[in-house]
């Protein structure tokens, strides 16, 4: 039987000692890579990184230590976090130990696998699962209220819905620094309709390019052992040229909103959250078009 083992405190913003921490690792040299592949329970001080919690977590985020492993040789145990929309907001947060902003290049992501259990989507709604990076001091927790709160935020958004202008949705999302109070006035974001499939381990990457001024976010679906391949329409590209000023982002983290009524109830379990360079050892086929008469062949791509 799965053990799910679940955190009993409510947390507000950061103490004032995980703010201490934060700014302890800013300050320090850069660090290439952050790598939480959740063996232990990330809210119990077990994991391989310190998170902090913000909001309802104990009705949002579940560690289960039985979960049957979804790769070769891996370890028992994923983070499992519930979307639903009728609950109060949470998050939680590992310090990135370095700043980006829009003259950084830098990539996060995460693989993860939505449930199909208990799924649910409102057609007349419009609410995403999401994780990403922001600031821990100035980036709020209301992303879904107008005006928002929730400054200096880069965020992968999956919305399942599929309503009356379409849908599902993978959109990308960018908030820089406060312009007038309002989040959504220094916003930029990019849609693709792609339905991602249940039940089987997805990899997210969101890559920014500082020169071009642009995030890719691409989404890839289990191929076999640790490769993925790419999905027909799942990737989107969002221009940040627009933004002013900058986005100042210091911790990594996922996300669950709140919104008043049951626009979605999805689980989706985490195995990796990651910023840095796509860890080893997973990689992603990427296909190559075959010259004519011959068959499609593949090639690793880093």
């Known amino acids: 039987m799965t053990i799910g083992r679940r955190t009993s405190r409510r947390a ?3 103490s004032l000692a995980a703010l201490a921490l934060l700014s302890a690792s800013i300050a320090s040299p850069l660090r290439a890579q952050v790598v939480e592949r959740f063996a232990k329970d990330p809210l119990d001080g077990g994991g391989h990184h310190v998170f902090f919690a913000e909001g309802d977590v104990a009705a949002r985020f579940a560690y289960l230590s039985e979960e049957p492993a979804r790769f070769p040789g891996d370890r028992k145990g994923t983070l499992r976090v519930l979307y639903d929309t009728t609950l109060p907001a949470a998050r939680i947060s590992t310090p990135l130990g370095r700043v980006p902003s829009l003259d950084t290049d830098f990539e996060v992501g995460a693989i993860l696998t939505i449930r199909s259990e208990g799924f649910f989507a409102d057609p007349n709604g419009f609410s995403q699962i999401a994780f990403g990076a922001w600031n821990a001091a100035t980036t709020g ?36 620094g406060n312009v007038g109070g309002n989040a959504f006035f220094n916003f930029a974001f ?72 049951a626009s979605i109830h999805a689980s989706v379990d985490y195995d990796l959250l990651y910023a840095g360079p796509l860890p080893l050892p997973w990689g992603v086929i990427k296909s190559q078009a075959p010259p004519t008469g011959e068959t499609s062949s593949g090639r690793l791509q880093r």
């Open 190 to 261: 990019q849609s693709s309709e792609v339905a991602l499939p249940h039940d089987t381990p997805l990899l997210v990457r969101c890559r920014y390019r500082a020169t071009a001024r642009r995030l890719d976010a691409a989404v890839y679906r289990h191929a076999g052992a640790y490769l993925f391949e790419t999905i027909p329409g799942g990737s989107a590209s969002v221009d940040l040229s627009g933004i002013n000023p900058t986005f100042l982002l210091n911790v990594l983290g996922i996300a669950a909103y709140f919104e008043g009524f």
């Open 141 to 176: 927790i209301a992303r879904t209220s107008f005006p928002s709160d929730s400054f200096d935020l880069v965020e992968f958004d999956y919305f399942p819905n599929v309503t009356s202008f379409g849908g599902p949705f993978l959109s990308p999302s960018v908030f820089g």
């Open 12 to 14: 507000a913003r950061p």
